[in-house]
């Protein structure tokens, strides 16, 4: 059985939240925090759409998530961020699923990217796992406390997204 999550539009009343898994020195490894006024402009701007990740039984505040692109004229949504606050219990993969429903069938994307730290192995998997393909890497292009570290782009398409539907590995429309 999959884990239960739901997203919901970030509220100002969420961003607390937001920023404290942004900090948590289990996540800033792999991410390069916003300041909060990032934040409130991701969640007014049209472009963007900011989203809490409900999870559990009760639905409770349990990540979030930022897309950005959603008006991009060549349909390209880039996830920017997705944080998972109880990491190895199926929350980021549910998600993952619901955000990628979105993407293609809610926004029109053609192309539905992300970047990823190189260092992040266990992201890397998942999205590997979930249809995600690898298109390069950004050598060296972010600085972290020990050096620089590379990121890694990769996609989905949305024939491989309507393809993956249909053999039942993504959600239905």
């Known amino acids: 059985m999959s884990a239960r999550v739901r997203l919901r539009p970030t509220m100002q009343s969420d ?5 404290s898994l942004e900090r948590d020195p289990d996540n800033l490894p792999y991410i390069t925090p916003w300041e909060r006024i990032q934040h409130e402009a ?13 999870t559990g039984p009760d639905l409770e ?10 008006r991009n004229p060549h349909q390209s949504i880039e996830l920017k961020r997705m944080v998972v606050r109880d990491k190895h219990l199926g929350y980021g993969r549910a998600a993952l699923r619901v955000v990628k429903k979105i993407a293609f069938d809610d926004l ?3 192309r539905f990217w992300l970047d990823i730290k190189k260092r992040n192995t266990r992201a890397k998997g998942l999205y590997e796992s979930e249809g995600f393909a690898y298109e390069g ?11 620089f570290d590379s990121l890694v782009v990769m996609s989905m398409l949305a024939p491989e997204f309507t393809d993956r539907r249909r053999q039942a590995r993504e959600l239905t429309a």
């Open 15 to 19: 961003l607390a939240f937001v920023l």
């Open 42 to 54: 991701a969640i007014r701007f049209p472009d963007f759409r900011h989203f809490i990740i409900e």
């Open 137 to 147: 890497e950004l050598r060296e292009a972010v600085k972290v406390p020990d050096g």
């Open 108 to 110: 029109g994307a053609h």
């Open 61 to 70: 505040a349990g990540g979030f998530l930022i897309l950005i692109g959603c």
